[in-house]
């Protein structure tokens, strides 16, 4: 079941990917993932939410110091591979629930805040939800399993 894991990590460091190069193209070019009037990435991907911490809202686009929130999640899914790899059942989960619920809460900003979504930032959801669930199942079974050995 790690193994399953660390592909979907795999899979969401190149959904990261894709949403960081949507966050560094020229907003004036409309980005491949623009489907409709909701779903545009571009508008999400260049949003004040798009950087951590947000921008603020009388600082330009390109000041401040702020970590696009695409490269946090590359490092989010290289952690829980990492830690999947390793056997460290909880460190995994506990990665992948922090992810869930940060996903979570962009996913907020944009259905009420932006109201604009991001495929991306979908997809990323649903790959941190299913690995989620996986490694939630992945420590169930290892408990019952040593809980089967003490008896």
């Keep these: 079941m790690k193994y399953l894991v660390v592909l979907l990590a795999v899979a969401g460091i190149v959904v990261s990917a894709m949403a960081l190069?949507?966050?560094y193209m020229d907003?004036?070019?409309a980005p491949p993932c623009a489907v409709t009037e909701r779903f545009d990435c571009g508008a999400v991907n260049h949003s004040r939410f798009a950087v951590?911490?947000?921008r603020?809202?009388?600082e330009p686009p390109t000041g401040g110091h702020h970590i696009p929130v695409a490269t946090v999640g590359i490092i989010?899914?290289?952690l829980i591979a990492a830690f999947a790899l390793a056997g460290w059942r909880w460190l995994a989960f506990q990665a992948a629930l922090i992810g869930f619920l940060?996903?979570?809460f962009l996913s907020y900003l944009e259905a009420f805040v932006l109201e604009k979504w991001c495929i991306y930032c979908l997809w990323?959801?649903?790959i941190l939800t299913a690995i989620l669930l996986v490694t939630g199942i992945?420590?169930?079974a290892h408990r019952m399993s040593a809980q089967r050995f003490e008896r």
């Design 21 to 23: 190069h949507v966050h």
């Design 27 to 29: 907003p004036s070019q």
């Design 52 to 54: 951590f911490p947000p």
């Design 56 to 58: 603020t809202f009388d």
């Design 76 to 78: 989010g899914y290289v």
């Design 102 to 104: 940060c996903a979570s």
């Design 124 to 126: 990323s959801q649903g």
């Design 138 to 140: 992945m420590l169930a």
